[in-house]
């Protein structure tokens, strides 16, 4: 069974950073493209970023570009967000999934963990 515990959300400031993580278990995490989402209310879902099983091919949206950095430990199972320049409008619930299909034409898969909130405000 795929389970998707994501960590390290928080209430911070504008400007702040926050690195959320998220633990992997019932699948084969080193051979899977990976990738965070998130969702705020009365936006719908959000793609952030992918990556892929060995970290060579990276995406970002160009919301977060340049402040986001996604990575993986495929020896710990886990995938990290790294979150620079934190901004009001990335505020919302973030989950972590995999990939499926192509690197450039895939979408994320729907089995998510409980998510981690992220809330900037001043």
């Known amino acids: 069974e795929v389970r998707l515990v994501e960590s390290g959300g928080g209430m911070v400031q504008p400007g702040d950073s926050l690195t959320l993580s998220c633990a992997a278990s019932g699948f084969t995490f080193s051979k899977e493209l990976m990738t965070w989402v998130r969702e705020a209310p009365g936006k719908g879902l959000e793609w952030v970023s992918v990556?892929?099983?060995?970290?060579?091919?990276?995406r970002y949206a160009e919301s977060v570009k340049g402040r986001f950095t996604i990575s993986r430990d495929n020896a710990k199972d886990t995938l990290y967000l790294q979150m620079n320049s934190l901004r009001p409008d990335d505020t919302g619930m973030y989950y972590c999934a995999k990939w499926n299909g192509g690197f450039y034409t895939g979408s994320p898969d729907r089995t998510w963990g409980r998510g981690t909130q992220v809330t900037v405000s001043s």
């Open positions: 990556i892929s099983p060995g970290s060579v091919r990276i």
